[in-house]
């Protein structure tokens, strides 16, 4: 019984201690965009999963990356979009900081961009108020939560050729 209750103690303070870490991601309206957008520290204070990060980027309720940018790497999802650049050696090409910032807000890399900003919750001219014609109240939700961002910035660096 007493073993029972050290272990439940120990698995409580694991569970606190990782709720905490995620606790640690940096709030939307805070993230440090360096002079070409590029964003130097993690988002989440993790490190992003690949695997997740494919799911992410490829999953239309998601970030549907995919809906814009071809990836040659992902031949089991059809119809990858022409939008976009393709993404195929984007871990070739681009550096970690570099993709976390286009990730979260490629407005602050390329002025003039069409593609949305995952990570942020202000600013917007057009989202309205649930299809009511009016202007949302309020700061809306981030696409793509810290940890997302930096899954997906994960999966992108896997990319090069084969």
């Known amino acids: ?77 059809p119809f990858q979009g022409e939008v976009g650049p393709e993404l195929t050696w984007s871990g070739e090409s681009r550096s970690e900081e570099e993709l976390r910032g286009i990730v979260a807000n490629a407005k602050m890399s390329f002025d003039g961009t069409v593609m949305p900003a995952f990570y942020k919750t202000n600013g917007y001219i057009r989202p309205g108020n649930g299809y009511t014609g009016k202007a949302a109240e309020g700061d809306l939700p981030p696409i793509l939560t810290a940890q997302q961002v930096e899954d997906v910035v994960a999966f992108l660096l896997t990319l090069k050729e084969q």
């Open 1 to 77: 019984m007493r073993l029972t209750a050290i272990a439940a103690a120990v698995t409580l303070v694991a569970g606190v201690a990782h709720a905490e870490s995620h606790s640690g991601a940096v709030a939307p309206e805070d993230v440090q965009y360096g002079e070409t957008g590029a964003v130097a520290t993690s988002l989440s204070g993790m490190p992003g999963d690949a695997a997740n990060g494919q799911v992410v980027f490829s999953t239309k309720s998601m970030g549907n990356c995919v809906s814009c940018h071809a990836v040659a790497q992902l031949t089991d999802v």
